[in-house]
């Protein structure tokens, strides 16, 4: 059974950091690509990062080019999602999803989603 779980969302100060996680558990992580998507009240999901499987190429949404950064663990069978310099703008709910496929930056193209964990960037 596909799972994914995500965890390390919380409050933040502008400026601030956080590590988001996405625990992947009934198929093996390398050969499908983990997308980070987020979605904040009254707007429309918005597709974050993604890390393709194989080559672990990785891409970026350009309001989050040079503060996040995406990375896996094969051995933990994790995803990773380090957020710097946070800003208010970046407050959502985050959500990793994935696909057997290449990247796509379209969440309609993902399988399998996790429940979410909500990030808040506050002073």
């Known amino acids: 059974q596909v799972q994914l779980v995500e965890s390390g969302g919380g409050l933040v100060q502008p400026g601030g950091s956080l590590r988001l996680s996405c625990a992947a558990s009934g198929f093996t992580l390398d050969y499908y690509a983990i997308g980070w998507f987020r979605q904040a009240p009254g707007k429309e999901r918005e597709g974050v990062s993604c890390?393709?499987?194989?080559?672990?190429?990785?891409y970026y949404v350009s309001s989050v080019k040079g503060r996040f950064t995406i990375s896996r663990d094969n051995a933990k069978n994790t995803v990773y999602l380090q957020m710097n310099s946070l800003k208010p703008e970046d407050t959502a709910v985050y959500y990793c999803?994935?696909?057997?496929?290449?990247?796509?930056?379209?969440?309609?193209?993902?399988?399998?989603w996790g429940q979410g964990t909500q990030v808040t960037v506050s002073s």
């Open positions: 890390i393709s499987r194989r080559d672990g190429s990785t």
């Open positions: 999803a994935t696909r057997g496929r290449s990247c796509s930056r379209y969440g309609s193209d993902y399988d399998y």
